[in-house]
């Protein structure tokens, strides 16, 4: 805060700006914990980044052992799948088989011409009796027919005096009748219902089938036909296994997020810190150069990621890199930059032929009922990034720092507003004496000047 604009008029002397320059050397310190508070959060910000890649590894591993990953599945596909649409509801008997459409199941249709009355009416559909409105119209009467869920039958009006039911269920199946003193029939707008045809499996005799989506044909295999066919369409259903395309999805992904783990733990490693930071910037890097903390759980890493596994009983098939994952090999004697920071690689054969058999790959990443590869290394990044781990236990420190220095802030600036306070009060003091002393001694030199001769 500035002082009065007449400070020093007595001494001479600027006190204001001498206040100013007093409080700006103060407010140096205040200046000096901002930049320790930013790095207080930049070392925070550092932690929480690499918990965060750590909790990805551990869902990436998680997922290798999902049941639904090792599930036996099936393929299920059609030569037309245009005309003829499949589905694998069960476990299906594998191989081929064909199907023809000569016929595709359609809803019966009766039309009426509706003649209003004055008085309320009824009809009958499919065994149900419905309640007409008096004056209803056409529209009113479809309304009422399709608002009725238990009907067998839909409703629409074509215009003010023609109503045509349609059966809510294709073929023979759905078929219905209407009555009503208020319906005349109009056999130009029925439509028999019609039951789908189809052959299987070159058979001369064709089915009947009132849904278009046939269940029974094939064992564990929805078919859903969808136009008449020209000949015979195949359908082929795949032998029963593990999808081992997902399965190296899988696998690929828990690389890339170990990868990631690596890439921004290593990162944090090397960035150097500055040795007088003068900016905001400049005190948040480094904060984390050289981590011992950070550099161990990464050395725990590596080693695991070569250690073989306990308790699988495949000796051939008991670590990572017997199925293709590891920090690489040295080509021509030399070691990749990747391998150095401990990146993983893929070798794509030698992971297919691990693939070929997937119950032993099942047993080494812990998807078979014992505990395998993925539960260890869930099991160490609970221990680093889990609730009350390690980086947990860190970031609560930091917390901890960062409100010491807050506060610490908090008392320095109000103690430098208090000291401003009492430097200007006492400099205004002191102009005030100098002022009434100065004003004494002029009172006094006119005295002693009245006095001469």
Known sequence: MSGMGLAGIASGVDTNAIVDQLMAIERNKIARHNM????IE????????????????????????SPGLWANTQTVESSDPARIVV?????????GHSIAVRQLASAEQEGFTYTPSATAGELTVGGKTVAVAANATTADLAASINAAADLPVYATALDDDTVVFSSRQTGSAG????????????????????????????????????????????VGVKITVKGITDGAEAINVGIAGVRTVDVKDKLKAFVNAYNDVVTTTRAKLGEKGVANPQTATEAARGRLFGDSGLGSMLSRLRVMMSDVVAGVADAGMNEMSEMGISTGKATSGSVSEDAKLGKLVIDEAKLDGALADP??????????????FAQKIESLIEVEAGTGGILSERLKVNADEAKRVKDRITVTEQRIEQQEKRLRAQFAAMEKALGLAQSQGNWLAGQISSLQP
């Open 175 to 218: 078929a219905f009748d209407v009555s009503g003193a208020q319906l005349a029939a109009d056999p130009s707008l029925n439509r028999a219902a019609r039951d789908a045809e189809y052959s299987i499996d070159g058979g001369t005799t064709w089915k009947p089938s009132s849904s278009n989506v046939i269940s029974d044909a094939v």
């Open 359 to 372: 119950t032993k790959l099942r047993a080494l990443l812990g998807a078979s009922g014992a505990p395998g």
């Open 42 to 65: 930049a070392e925070a910000s550092g932690l929480r980044d690499v918990q965060s890649k750590l909790k990805a590894l551990k869902t990436a591993a998680e997922a290798l052992r």
């Open 36 to 39: 320790r508070t930013r790095g």
């Open 87 to 95: 589905e694998r509801t069960a476990m299906a008997p594998a191989g």
